[in-house]
């Protein structure tokens, strides 16, 4: 292994280099090595000036994430920040790749920053619960001033080098090669004997005597639930109130707070689940994978449109197969793409959104890498497409379908190549960053290594799992939250606890979104399996057959005004009511902490029953799905990780004690939460 630090003279010049891959993370060892050779370097008569680089893709990341929550380490990152501060002859930190968090906090303390023009900057550590918490709050308002370092520091925005320099956050652009043109900055800072200028002796001051407490409450919508945004903030007022070394001292006291929190725990978490979630034990790294040059998806509805987008940024050819002229016409009209009368001739007409094509020429089909089924509305009709696309299509082509509710080894069954069928459910019309890639029993490793790629590809995170997971969870949550209407909660009402809790949307304003008729159409096809109380349950029915789809038709759970916002229906309560009475539930006023936690128990009870029918490999699958694809705040790391955090004997007792209070037998805790919680365990490890 080459050394993690190393230190050169190049005349009176000290060149000192990391190389600690991938990311030059400050781990222990490195600091350690860092301040011994600095300490050389600083006693070295014969080197005048100093330059820290790094080897590989980035300067430094950052402190070692996987070293937090152990017991810190001698010489922790503020000290090897401060040693830096003090160092008795000019320091340059030059920069390249990303120079984040205690990366930057280093440089700060450097004499002189150079970047190269591709480098960014920035303080990502609100985005792991945290604050800067090696001087960089102190020094980053000093430098560039209290608005500007808020931005970055609140909001963990990384800068290009050319809005750092415009900042004043660094000296120069330069040139590459990055090391030789450093090299000459250090001699020219020799040769016009430049001061040692140091960022602590600067003053911080605010622009307006209001300025903080008018930037937290501009922040506070945004940043509702987070702990760490407002703790910056307390920082930075520190950095203008106190001189620099009390200002340390604040900064410390409350980076510790934070680092022992609950938020930031979960934070860290879904950081690392999130690198995570793409390498699934049992698909080796090194699979093969197809090159996908073109895309047929089936349809122009609401799915096909959303997929269409999101595959024209990473596959060359990108084209929605429309059934009929009309379609064709509206999604032309609608998309802006362009139509092809005929693609296989090249007759393209006019220009379009670069990428996506729109045609009515089945003959496509035979041409395609990868077609998908996004236009049939239940699982008989995705199975009699798939068997089309079978016989059109040539061999090795990818057949995908996109139901969030199917079965993909039924589907899969009706084509002669079920290796190569796989299910694919985007979130969000598209605009979620997860993606559930369903493989079924007979995918081929390939082509879920094909789609995992792709999904990455697009800047996304792909989960790959047995059968759907996030929809399945959601039917659970959004069944007891119909529990609770019927025994006396309003939508309202329900929907507000889970806000409170952290979610962006409760599951009723989130199923007007998505639109009723998803869930609808799953009850109907499964119906039969029912328990008798879910089947008595017949609110989405009723609902429906009012017409009442959702936000699209105007009317759902709530009533809709013109620009969408959700306005509780006095309609609806009597619709409650009369299906109460008719029920013979005699309705009740529902405490807000019994609606989190049988919502949040049944979204629980569900996940153990996926990860205990394989369905999901892991809970950090889950915890991904339910982070990016319904927004679970992350501050709460998932509904998986937020279960152990709140110790599964305790969801245990309070489900048996909510079953046996509502006569709600369903509502048995799922045998995996029984044993973990015999065992005193957790999802992910003993406690
Ligand atoms: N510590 C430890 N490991 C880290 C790390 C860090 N700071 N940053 C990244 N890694 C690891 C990742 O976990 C991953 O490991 P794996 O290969 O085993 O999964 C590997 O490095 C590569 O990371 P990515 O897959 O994320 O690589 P990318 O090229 O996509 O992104 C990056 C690189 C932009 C540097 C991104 O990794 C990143 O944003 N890292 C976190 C940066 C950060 O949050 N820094 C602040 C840390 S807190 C701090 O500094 C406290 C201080 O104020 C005292």
Redesign the pocket.
């Known amino acids: 292994m080459p050394p993690l630090v190393t230190l050169e003279k190049h005349g009176n010049l000290g060149v000192v280099a990391l190389n600690n891959p ?2 030059n ?1 400050l781990s222990h060892e490195l600091r350690r090595t860092l301040c011994a050779l600095l300490a050389e370097a600083f006693a070295d008569a014969s080197i005048d000036a100093i330059v820290i680089w790094c080897e590989g893709r ?1 300067f430094i ?6 070293e937090f929550g152990k017991a810190p380490l001698a010489p922790d ?1 503020p000290e090897v920040v401060e040693l830096i501060d003090r160092a008795p002859k000019p320091v340059i930190a030059a920069l390249h790749g ?1 120079a ?3 990366g930057l ?1 280093l440089a700060l303390a450097c004499h002189y920053r150079i970047a190269v023009a591709s480098a960014r900057l920035g303080f ?2 609100v ?2 619960g ?1 604050l ?3 001087g ?1 709050t102190q020094r980053l308002p000093r430098l560039i001033g209290v608005s500007a370092a808020l931005d970055l520091i609140v909001n963990g925005t990384l800068v290009s080098a050319a809005k750092a320099h415009a900042l004043g956050l660094i000296d120069a652009v330069i040139e590459e090669p990055l090391k030789e043109h450093a090299q000459a900055f250090g001699a020219r800072v020799l040769l016009e004997r430049r001061p040692l200028r140091r960022v602590s002796e600067l003053v911080a001051q605010l622009d307006a005597p209001e300025q903080l407490e008018a930037y937290r409450s501009s922040i506070a919508q945004k940043h509702r639930g987070f702990l760490a945004p407002f703790h910056c903030i307390e920082a930075v007022r520190a950095a203008v109130e106190l001189p620099f070394e009390a200002g340390l001292q604040r900064e410390r006291e409350l980076f510790v707070e934070l680092m022992a929190s609950p938020e930031s725990k979960a934070q860290r978490h879904a950081f ?1 689940a999130e ?1 995570e979630v793409a390498k699934l034990p049992g698909l080796a790294a090194e699979t093969a994978t197809r090159a996908l040059r073109s895309v047929v998806v089936v349809g122009c509805g609401k799915r096909a449109r959303a997929l269409g987008a999101c595959f024209a940024g990473a596959v060359p050819a990108v084209t929605l197969l429309a059934g009929t002229q009309q379609e064709l016409d509206n999604t032309v009209a609608a998309l802006g793409v362009s139509s092809a009368a005929s693609v296989l001739d090249g007759a393209n007409a006019g220009e379009g959104r670069a990428g996506m094509t729109c045609t009515l020429d089945a003959r496509l089909l035979s041409e395609a890498d990868l077609i998908v089924e996004a236009s049939a509305g239940d699982v008989a009709a995705q199975r009699s497409a798939l068997a089309r696309f079978d016989a059109a299509s040539r061999p090795g082509a990818i057949l995908v379908s996109t139901l969030p509710y199917s079965d993909i080894d039924t589907i899969a069954s009706c084509t002669g190549r079920p290796a190569d069928v796989v299910g694919i459910h985007v979130y969000r019309g598209g605009a979620a960053r997860i993606v559930e890639i369903m493989r079924a029993r007979d995918t081929s490793p390939e082509v879920s290594a094909t789609l995992m790629q792709l999904v990455k590809s697009l800047g996304k995170v792909p989960a790959l799992v047995r059968g759907p997971v996030g929809s399945r969870m959601f039917t659970e949550y959004l069944r007891e939250a119909l529990f609770l209407l019927e025994e006396g909660a309003v939508p309202q009402q329900v929907d507000r606890v889970l806000h409170d809790f952290g979610f962006q949307l409760g599951p009723f304003a989130e199923s007007d979104r998505e639109g009723l008729d998803i869930e609808w159409n799953h009850r109907k096809a499964r119906f039969d399996s029912l328990d008798p109380r879910a089947r008595a349950c017949t609110l989405l029915e009723q609902i429906c057959e009012q017409g009442r789809f959702g936000l699209q038709a105007g009317a759902g759970f709530y009533r809709y005004d013109a620009d969408g916002n959700p306005i509780p229906d006095p309609d609806l309560e009597a619709l409650l009511v009369l299906h109460s009475k008719d029920r013979g539930v005699v309705r009740r006023t529902i405490p807000d902490h019994e609606i989190l936690e049988r919502c949040l128990f049944a979204l629980i009870n569900e996940g153990a029953r996926v990860l205990e029918e394989r369905v999901a490999a892991r809970p950090l699958d889950i915890d991904m799905i339910w982070i990016h694809g319904y927004a679970f705040p992350v501050y709460r790391g998932g509904p998986m990780f937020y279960a152990d955090q709140l110790g599964l004997a305790g969801v245990r007792d309070a489900m048996l004690e909510y079953a046996a209070q509502t006569r709600a037998e369903h509502r048995t805790p799922a045998p995996l939460v029984e044993r973990l919680a015999l065992g005193a365990k957790g999802f992910y490890a003993a406690p």
Request: hydrophobic share 40%; glycine share 18%.
């Open positions: 991938p990311v993370a980035t990341a950052g402190a070692d994430i996987r990152v990303t984040l968090g205690g906090e990502p550590e985005t792991l945290l800067p918490g090696a960089g690392f690198r």
